[in-house]
């Protein structure tokens, strides 16, 4: 399943709500460490999408081994959601069942041709984790030319250890971000 992203930061937080609403979908709960992880890397990957490239962008958010949008043992076609909300059938797919260790895939392809370049910031700086909190969090990442663009992926395995924390990425622990508040969006 996809989401078309226009170049505009409200974006991001309605990538995030799209994502939460497909999880479920995809047979993992809202309540999962999984589903938290995902909407974060969501978050991460769109802001850099917007930010870094000012031009429209495709979230695409798929359970490898089943049809995209689909719950086991159900019959499907593939969507494309386009920024005003419709959604257009993408073709017949077919069905497979999924199990607990599945690997989930998240993509954000744009137009910009830029290679993504992770950045050391400064204590003090208000940006440049976003590849940082990707390498830390998912299982694998990477990213790879598209048409005249590029695709950032990244996958998450449902079965994984316990992932390092983001606060351990940058030299810090939970003490590092004690005194943050965190918005829900």
């Not at 170049?7 to 460490?33: K, M, Q, Y």
């Not at 076609?77 to 909300?85: D, W």
């Not at 059938?89 to 910009?112: F, H, I, Y």
Request: include cysteine.
């Amino acid at each position: 399943m996809q989401l078309e992203i226009r170049p505009d930061p409200a974006e991001v937080g309605r990538a995030r709500r799209w994502a939460r609403s497909r999880l479920s979908g995809l047979g993992i709960g809202a309540d999962e460490p999984l589903a938290e992880t995902l909407v974060l890397l969501v978050s991460e990957l769109v802001t850099n999408a917007v930010v870094h490239t000012g031009r429209p962008a495709v979230l695409r958010l798929s359970l490898p081994g089943r049809p995209p949008g689909t719950r086991a043992g159900a019959a499907a076609s593939t969507a494309v959601e386009t920024g005003a909300g419709a959604t257009e059938a993408a073709g017949p797919a077919g069905a497979a069942d999924p199990d607990a260790s599945a690997t989930v895939r998240l993509e954000v392809a744009d137009t910009s041709s830029r290679a993504p370049v992770p950045r050391c910031a400064g204590g003090d700086a208000t940006g440049g984790r976003g590849l940082a909190l990707v390498d830390c969090l998912a299982d694998r990442w990477g990213w790879h030319p598209e048409g005249s663009g590029k695709s950032i992926w990244c996958e998450l395995d449902r079965c994984s250890q316990s992932r390092q924390g983001a606060g351990s990425a940058y030299g810090g622990g939970l003490s590092a971000y004690e005194d943050l508040a965190f918005e829900a969006v």
